[in-house]
């Protein structure tokens, strides 16, 4: 039991669930992504993409330029948009952002404040390639007192304090040092009784196994989001499979839509609309208790300021079109409110 039992923790403080309202359950208001910069193939570089000519290439090249990874450079464009998200109807997101690609808390709460979206902070640490030599010599045990502590006093030194532990980063293979951490986080979750939200490697087994790994270090499977797994598990019935795991299934690359995906080619990232179907699979199987969506806004180019969807997308664009597609508004409610604010709320 904390002080927060039966509330939500947002940078701004705890407060009663019910004031969240329709909550994007995974993005990114100020971050830097340079870790995984991935070059273009040789003879297709954009020395200045941010031209209206390039901003096609850019869609398919998100990563292949590193001012488009420099998310933290946009934060007065952020913050019109979160004032748009609010006018949209938005009321709520989780900010992803953790150790590793520069969090940086004080920006993300005055953005809530001068805004009044609430915002809920992201405690623990990214994927492997982030983590500094000091962070993969620490213990299960000490990994576990830091991430408990960025929710129970503040983090980064600021006092400001962190309500969801997560993303927490994971690669595929999950390396020894991603198992520690998420070993920790389990720790820190039975301690605290805390939402988590997980980054799983890419591959379609890879989420299954980080349930595993969570649930043999005393996890609450119930109360962890797994996100990204409309890059992750293309197959319906594996899906189905997964989804009885328990945990709660997260599309969140709503807007993200290119040919090639850089960092598995094998994979065809799916489109807004086949991302709705999946959700509608989810639906017809019992689980629409579980689903929440986003966007993971961490990329520039994604952005309206540069001709992208932006935070609002989901509440302007794909609400009206799973409507259209047959799901009820009771469904859409449980998706954007009832199951973050569940998800969200400390035990």
Known sequence: MTDVSGKVLTVLGPIDPDQL???????????????????????????NPFQMQHMFWLRQNPYGNHENLLLKQEN????????????????????????????????????????GVHVIGGAGYYVDATHTEAT???????????????????????????????????????????????RATAHA???????????????????????????EAGGDIGKTVMSHLDRTIFDHGELVEFAKEGCYLEYDLFGTEMLDYPYDLSVDMPSDSQRVQALGVLVKEGYEDHIVVAHDIHTKNRLTKYGGHGYSHILKSIVPKMLRRGFTQAQVDKILIANPKRWLTFK
């Open 21 to 47: 309202g329709r909550t994007m359950t995974h993005e990114h208001l100020t971050m830097t992504f340079e870790c995984c910069y991935f070059s273009p193939p040789p003879g297709d570089q954009v020395e």
């Open 189 to 215: 979750q039975a301690q605290l009784g805390c939402p988590v939200i997980i980054h799983p490697g890419r591959n379609p087994t890879a989420p299954a196994e980080v349930v595993r790994v969570l649930r």
């Open 76 to 115: 007065s464009a952020v913050r019109e948009e979160l004032l748009a998200y609010k006018k949209a109807g938005g009321g709520a997101m989780v900010e992803n952002t953790t150790t590793g690609i520069d969090r940086d808390l004080p920006t993300i709460r005055q953005m809530s404040k001068e805004t």
């Open 136 to 182: 993969k010599r620490m213990t299960v045990e000490e990994l576990s007192v830091v991430m408990a502590d960025e929710v129970l006093h503040g983090a980064d030194g600021t006092g400001i304090r962190c309500g969801v532990i997560g993303e927490i980063g994971c690669s595929w293979p999950i390396t020894d040092s991603e198992k520690k951490v998420l």
